[in-house]
């Protein structure tokens, strides 16, 4: 039976590095800032990121940003997840730090709402101290005494654990349901392909297209492209973000052409 361990407000399964202690901190022996002038400048930036975001909320501040919820910042941190790709496919180092940075706002923002609330409220300190919590029991072949061959186990690992600490019956629970349609498909399939049973009723399911309407004729195609792009590697929703850009572009320079 697994062990629950109480960790930042949360509950991780024990095993993992959540109780291990200074000893996880430290990644294992490797030589890591511990606390002193060091740990202080480290951490010095976010410190200030959260001193500004509290005065920004707090009476006397930003009547915009006093007034935002969860729900009404949700369009940003979709808009500011965009900008971040766009910076990573255009190796635009620059734009880079400073989308990080905007990314890095949201999740400020949310927290600093989610502190002032009447009944379950948390903190950025929680946020973060679940994240570490969940990334050490995650990473046991780091931070405790399990060996693996290689990425591949790594993964495979990963998804029993995320699906022991989830409690989750399905290998599709969890995905959402708003992710775009192309990134979505990726996820649905290669959750599929952890069980060749599911993977062959799906090849199945998209065999039996005869009577189908155009629009989910173009849906199963469009499946079937993505399956094909995860069977050579290739992401495809990058792959189309950079043929669409590549596109675009030529269409920007036609446009010129004719304007001139």
């Known amino acids: 039976m697994t062990k629950i361990v109480e960790n930042q407000g949360r509950e991780w399964p024990q095993g993992g590095a959540a109780d291990q202690g200074q000893e996880c901190a430290a990644g294992q022996g490797q030589d890591q800032p511990q606390g002193g002038a060091a740990e202080q400048r480290r951490l010095a930036g976010i410190a200030r990121a959260i001193t500004v975001m509290d005065r920004l909320r707090s009476p006397g501040g930003c009547p915009w940003d006093i007034e935002q919820t969860h729900e009404s910042l949700v369009k940003y941190l979709l808009e ?59 990473h046991p072949h780091v931070f405790s005494d399990v060996t693996v061959s290689g990425p591949e186990e790594v993964t495979k690992n990963w998804a029993e654990l995320k699906k022991q600490e989830k409690g989750r019956e399905s290998v599709f629970d969890g995905i959402p349901l708003a992710q775009g349609a192309l990134s979505r498909a990726q996820k649905v399939l290669g959750r599929a392909a952890r069980d060749e049973r599911i993977v062959n009723a799906l090849e199945v399911a998209s065999e039996n297209v005869d009577n189908r309407t155009d629009a989910e004729k173009i849906g199963f195609e469009l499946l079937e492209i993505v399956r094909r792009a995860a069977r050579l590697g290739i992401d495809a929703e990058g792959a189309l973000r950079q043929t669409l850009t590549s596109v675009e572009g030529s269409a920007r320079r036609a446009e010129a052409e004719l304007t001139d």
């Open 80 to 138: 500011e997840s965009y900008e971040l790709a766009d910076a990573v496919d255009n190796n635009d180092r620059e734009n880079l730090r400073e989308e990080l940075g905007d990314v890095l706002l949201q999740v400020l923002f949310h927290a600093r709402i989610a502190q002032e609330h009447p009944t379950d409220p948390f903190t950025f300190d929680d946020v973060a101290g679940d994240l570490a919590a969940k990334l050490e029991f995650r």
